[in-house]
């Protein structure tokens, strides 16, 4: 048993021993977990005794300290370490600046044509699809009564005025007294309002359509007896689409009419309709909290129909924010902050309030410009004012983004103390440059 422990302890000495020697910044990371252990004899094998052992350690309050060892007697310093890491640009991004809704197309006026009086259709006189204009006639009920009553309002009506002019004449020659002259002109004047309701009975056998449009459907044929307010067809105004949609309530502010929207129909997905706002409700719906608009598009084509569904866009100014990778966003006990290099090449630690965040990318608010360089990995033993190496570049060119020509191998530094030893009293690196 005490041999195995014996083993097992040389071997563990062994593998720390190693871990100093090849692994850069270990002496440092050992002393802050509490372990002093002595430097490898691979700095005496090469003549590169170190005189600074120590590497920069937080200290209280986040600041940084030094812990040093003595010089050995005709050595050098040994370089500070600095730690690598991978940065990403920080971009501008605009949000809000773009609102997309359904809509239901419908005509810009549509009604339904029926008929005025009771009576049985005896024609039809356009077919589904024709374009008719207002007052054109579009079906005939029977009016075979209706024109006598009409005919015989004419003659009576002409029979009167012809008696009233014969009494003006006989009324002249004093022929004919004023009571006779009343009477005639009250016979005209009744015979004249017959005749009136007489040609409008007769117009209410007509059906015609009151405003321009297309025909649709008729709901009825000829041969149907029919009551008053049947209805037969529709007609449509097509020359312009209202585009019925609703919008959240935070754009209630941004949306007037004569705004201009694009519109795209479900069933024409390769052609895009240019219109305006209309109308705007005049309240917001409680149970959605939204805003009905209307939206006017014009179709002069024909292209489009009543019914039809539309995707309408909206342009707005929207709101421009600093977008960061996902993986540069840090928490603190204060909230989110991100690691920006300086252009002394070090970090600073800029707190940032997320506005908006997806797989992409996160919009933040802060302290932060167009080309910036946050860190996105390498995150994890940083401290504010930390000077470091960007990946891909030396100290000098970090902050800037301007990659310096690649070594062998980037990603690994040299064993401190490896290199050819400095000479006696030769200046020590300064701190924070990168092993060479």
């Excluded at 041999?3 to 090849?22: C, D, H, N, P, T």
């Amino acid at each position: 048993m005490l041999k195995q422990l014996l083993v097992s302890l040389v071997v563990l000495i062994v593998a720390a021993a190693g871990y100093v020697y090849f692994v850069p910044g270990a002496d440092v990371t050992l002393r802050n977990m509490g372990l002093n252990l002595p430097l490898p004899t691979a700095y005496a094998a090469t003549g590169a005794t170190p005189a600074d052992a120590g590497a920069a350690t937080p200290g209280k309050g986040g600041a940084a300290h030094t812990a040093s060892a003595p010089a050995a007697a005709g050595g050098g310093r040994r370089p500070a370490q600095v730690q690598t890491v991978i940065t990403g640009p920080v971009t501008m991004a605009t949000i809000n600046d773009k609102l997309t809704a359904i809509g239901e197309g419908t005509a810009a006026q549509s009604v339904n044509v029926t008929t005025q009086a009771i009576g049985t259709l005896v024609s039809l006189d356009v077919k589904p699809g024709d374009v008719v204009k207002a007052g054109q006639t579009i079906g005939q009920l029977d009016a075979d009564a209706e024109q006598i009553a009409y005919d015989q309002a004419q003659l009576t009506a002409k029979d009167t005025a012809d008696a009233l002019a014969r009494t003006q004449t006989l009324a002249k020659t004093n022929a004919a007294t004023a009571v006779q002259l009343s009477t005639a002109q009250l016979a005209a004047s009744t015979a004249n309002l017959q005749l009136r309701s007489a040609k409008l009975a007769l117009d209410k056998r007509s059906i015609v359509t009151p405003i321009d449009g297309t025909v649709g459907l008729f709901q009825i044929t000829t041969g149907n007896a029919v009551g008053a307010q049947t209805v037969v067809t529709t007609v449509d105004d097509t020359s312009n689409i209202l585009v019925n949609f609703w919008v959240p309530e935070r754009y209630v502010p941004v949306i007037h009419t004569g705004m201009p929207v694009t519109a795209r129909a479900t069933a024409l997905p390769a052609e895009t309709f240019a219109g305006t706002v209309s109308a705007v409700d005049s309240r917001i719906d409680p149970a959605s909290r939204t805003l009905q608009v209307q939206a006017k598009i014009p179709n002069s084509k024909g292209t489009i129909t009543a019914g039809m569904s539309f995707e309408v866009t909206m342009g707005f100014p929207g709101e421009r924010f600093p977008a960061v990778d996902p993986l540069a966003i840090q928490w603190g006990a204060k909230g989110p902050y991100v690691w920006r290099l300086t252009a002394d090449s070090k970090v600073s630690q800029d707190p940032v309030q997320i506005i908006q965040r997806d797989s992409d990318g996160v919009l933040v608010k802060g302290d932060l410009k167009p080309g910036d360089q946050v860190v996105t990995q390498g995150v994890l033993d940083l401290t504010a004012g930390a000077a470091v190496r960007r990946l891909g570049g030396d100290t000098a060119d970090a902050a800037t983004g301007n990659r310096a020509p690649a070594r062998p191998d980037s990603a690994k530094e040299s064993t401190p103390g490896a290199s050819a030893p400095a000479k006696p009293g030769a200046p020590a690196p300064a701190a924070g440059a990168a092993a060479s």
